[in-house]
Nanobody, 114 residues
Framework: QVQLVESGGGLVQPGGSLRLSCAAS????????MAWFRQAPGERRELVAT???????NYIDSVKGRFTISRDNATNTMYLRMTMLKPEDTAVYYC????????WGQGTRVTVSS
């Protein structure tokens, strides 16, 4: 059973930075197109960034130029580097395959507030 474990969230001021981590069992990242998602209070979960098996990345418009998705196949870890954070980035962040194939982890909460 694949387990997804997100970490690295916290409280940060607007303009600050965080790096989120996603740890997964097995060789999940090598075999799947992966993604970071987020769910803000009262909102639906949305896809934020993707990292394909071929190494290409994609982002939603609102985070382009500020967020960077990356992965380390050797350690089965995926990252989301977030810079120039805005209050509207406040959400619980999750990782999964692009097609949401696996059970969601507990997520990691990011709060951007002064």
């Amino acid at each position: 059973q694949v387990q997804l474990v997100e970490s690295g969230g916290g409280l940060v001021q607007p303009g600050g930075s965080l790096r989120l981590s996603c740890a997964a069992s097995g060789s999940l990242f090598k075999r799947n197109n992966m993604a970071w998602f987020r769910q803000a209070p009262g909102e639906r979960r949305e896809l934020v960034a993707t990292f394909t098996t071929s190494g290409s990345t994609n982002y939603i418009d609102s985070v382009k130029g500020r967020f960077t998705i990356s992965r380390d196949n050797a350690t089965n870890t995926m990252y989301l580097r977030m810079t120039m954070l805005k209050p509207e980035d406040t959400a619980v962040y999750y990782c999964n395959t692009v097609w949401r194939d696996y059970s969601w982890g507990q997520g990691t909460r990011v709060t951007v507030s002064s």
